[in-house]
C-alpha cells in the first residue's frame, strides 16, 4: 500500500504548519493507537514515527532545549473531549482536535 493510500484510509487529528515542517497527529482507528507524521518542506519527504518520538521533537519546535527521552512521555487520550494530553519533563501538552494547544513549561 503506498503512502497516498495509508495516508487516506486515516484520520489527521492534529495538524501544525512551521515555515520547514508539517506536524500532524494521525488517528488510525479506533482499536490503533495514535501516531506521527512530520513532512520535511524542503525535502518533500515524510517521516513517520510513534507518538512518543513526535512528541519530542514537537516539545522542541516549541522551543523546549532539553533532550526527551520517549520512555518518560506519558500519553493519555480522552476520547469524549477529543484531545490528546501529554506529560513529561517537558511539562503537559493538551492538543484539542480543534487544533487547540495548550502548552505549560517546566521552568529551566
Known amino acids: 500500500m503506498s503512502e497516498k493510500e495509508l495516508t487516506k484510509e ?4 492534529f495538524t501544525f504548519d512551521t515555515k ?7 488517528i488510525p482507528n479506533e482499536d490503533e493507537n495514535l501516531y506521527g507524521s512530520i513532512l520535511h518542506k524542503q525535502e518533500s519527504e515524510k517521516e513517520i514515527l510513534s ?3 513526535w512528541v519530542t521533537r514537537f516539545v522542541k519546535q516549541l522551543g ?3 533532550e526527551v527521552r520517549t520512555e518518560d512521555v506519558l500519553i493519555t487520550r480522552d476520547k469524549e473531549d477529543e484531545s490528546v494530553l501529554f506529560n513529561g519533563p517537558f511539562g503537559s501538552l493538551k492538543i ?12 529551566i
Open 10 to 13: 486515516k484520520e489527521v487529528f
Open 64 to 66: 523546549f532545549k532539553e
Open 96 to 107: 484539542s482536535r480543534a487544533c487547540n494547544l495548550t502548552y505549560n513549561r517546566i521552568p
Open 51 to 53: 507518538i512518543e518520538d
Open 20 to 26: 520547514e515542517s508539517v506536524y500532524e497527529i494521525v
